[in-house]
């Protein structure tokens, strides 16, 4: 697998890992921008990994085009054979799945949805061979997922489900987009998942809410002390179903700024997840072992 | 020892040179959309060059001023008055406790920029004045001027600029109607058919009215064909679609072929359509000048065209300082 | 009798009516007060009203809905 390079302009080098998202690929991206991250080289400015590529931006005042490029190269050839490792965390997110917030909104969108006649989760669960909702909410919070990239908004996380190509759950974007979505829905398009950190327009199914917020300038949450943004490229996503007393219960906890997230560390290897992945993934640590 | 706003205009906002390294978790730069205007502005009044000022954009604000102070406005045609009076732009203006400021609608380009000496003063949010509404971040509370809102003013430079001292016309920015940008292809470009990818650059487009901070939306020219394809996993059907990554600021993507969209400085930081090529940085601050349906033209350079235009504009940039320091 | 020439003093798309489906703010020959919202321009995604400025008669508009429209355009013409 080579990287394909092009120039976005005279500040940005864009890489493209792959045609297709894979999480090899992603892992690849990661790879590459960490290490540049610790390299910390003179004129990078923004170092941006993404699900299946990543961009750079730099100062060709700086550092010249071609020789960021033929770093970059080089970098790549050097990480070809290094352990395909990860330290990160995984986060569970509470989900109230078919919360009223979120089928009112896609109510009121209809006629820009494939299917009128469904709710979002409805035509989800049959395009993907389910024979209800709630089995394919049980395979939407049955293994967790992968952050294979923040952004497109100021925190939203892109999410890839940790399971063998042929389960990934894949469903289209509307058809064209709302121009409302409530913040903290989790949403749905192609083979991704994303939460909407703020409110706005979107074009992904929505699946559920969560009362956590995952970007707030005014970092009022214990979990967000560090960061406004919740999470980095390289988390893993566990999501939990809630019901309505457990989603008020958060929602209070929100309000006093005292909401926590089971957050817990993770040593992650790619060769052994990909080597079965089924049984990886149920080794991950989680409150789902407590009991 | 306050400005207040008495009007907001269609969409003022606090903005400086932006913020960097926040792109990643998808917060833009953010920062005046015309950089060269706005450094003027405050280099005429004695600021620092990157202080925070008003980006007026169409319809400038009703301002009253509680406070004196030096203000200088630089960028689009839009004719300031202060208690009515109409003054000159490029200039060292003199505001006395009282005055009421406010601009005619824009006669020529989008967007005005507004110094006061001393600058806007706020709090900075990750190394930046400047507004990134869609996060609700920095600049005033998060979001473009209200009527009501209240501005307080940084220390004033220790020496005042003269009143009367203007911007040399030499180096005033032109404001035409159509213009074009010159932009280095590549990105997702091979994807488009060859006579597509030609005929992107032969047509006249022009400026959707919806366009603003985060893009500005083009109109007018023959919808762009990309190549066939069997689509790869997680790309998304439509040939326009790619797996979701970061989009460069600057960068012009087609959804669909239909209406291609050009990322200023809000941008989204990714997302799934093809990219076919990025406005050099040098040309940014003219796209933003343009008004809804204007017309722009795209001429493709290489990198080492893109590079000497970056050098002029640089030395642009070191006249102005020369001049005003 | 005096005709006016009301002019947009934004650019943008010039709309004669409120929403798609909505019937239009005034119909050509209609009588017209100062105040009274003839059409608005929708420019970033937000909407200014145009309002006929002269009390009289609303003549004629120059601009068909959904138009492109210049800053200083004459949007319509009213005599009074």
Known sequence: ???????????????????????????????????????????????CPANASFQLRFDPDILPAEQLLQQLQQLEQSLADSPQILDTRLVEIPVWYNDPWTREVGARFRQRHQDPQATDLEYAARVNGFASVEAFIAAHCGAPWFVSMVGFVAGLPFLYQMVERQQQLQVPKYLSPRTATPRQTIGHGGCFACIYSVEGAGGYQMFGITPAPIYDPAQSQPYLADSMVLFRPGDIVRFKPIQQQQYEEAIQAVADGSFQLDIFPVRFSLPEFLANPQAYQQSLPGTHHAH | MHIKVIKPGLATSVQDAGRNGYYHLGIPPSGALDQYSFRAANLLLGNAETAAVLECTLLGPQLQFNVACQI?????????????????????????????????????GMRAYLAVSGGIDLAEVLGSRS??????????????????????????????????????????????????????????????????????????????????????????????QFQPREAPFGAGADPSNIVDAGYPIGSIQVPAG????????????????????????????????????????????????????????QADLQQLRQALG | MSEHLIHATLPGTFYR????????????????????????????????????????????????????????????????
């Open chain 1, 1 to 47: 697998m080579s990287i394909r390079y092009t120039f976005g302009g005279d500040e940005f080098l864009f890489a493209e890992v792959s045609e297709s998202m894979s999480l090899p690929a992603c892992f690849t991206s990661m790879a590459i921008t960490g290490q540049l991250r610790q390299l910390q080289i003179p004129g990078i400015m923004e170092i």
């Open chain 2, 72 to 108: 200088a406005i630089c960028g689009a045609t839009m004719q300031p008055r202060i208690n009515g009076q109409p003054q000159p732009a490029h200039q060292v203006l003199s505001i006395a406790t009282g005055d009421t400021l406010d601009f005619l609608p824009a006669a020529a």
């Open chain 2, 131 to 224: 507004t990134y509404a869609l996060g609700s971040l920095g600049g005033y509370q998060g979001r473009r001027l209200q009527a009501g809102d209240m501005l307080t003013l940084g220390a004033a430079p220790s020496t005042a600029a003269p009143v009367g001292r203007s911007l040399p016309t030499a180096l005033q920015r032109s404001l035409p109607s159509k213009t074009t940008v010159r932009v280095l292809p590549g990105l997702y470009a091979h994807r488009l058919r060859p006579e597509s990818a030609t005929r992107f650059y032969q047509e006249q487009w022009s400026v959707s009215s919806e366009s603003d901070r985060t893009g500005y939306r083009l109109k007018g020219g023959t919808p762009l």
């Open chain 2, 258 to 313: 239909k209406e291609p969209i050009i990322l200023l400085r809000d941008a989204v930081s990714g997302g799934g359509y093809a990219m076919i090529a990025t406005v050099i940085s040098a040309d940014l601050d003219v796209v933003a000048q343009l008004q809804p349906n204007q017309g722009i033209t795209f001429a493709a350079v290489d990198m080492q065209q893109a590079l000497q235009a970056r050098q002029h504009y």
């Open chain 3, 17 to 80: 009516r409120p929403s798609p489906d909505a019937a239009p703010y005034v119909a050509e020959g209609s009588q017209v007060e100062a105040a009274t919202v003839i059409g608005c321009i929708e420019v970033m995604k937000q909407f200014n009203e145009i309002t006929a400025e002269h009390s009289g008669r609303l003549l004629s508009f120059l601009l068909e809905d959904g138009d492109a429209v210049e800053a200083g355009q004459v949007v319509a013409k009213v005599v009074s």
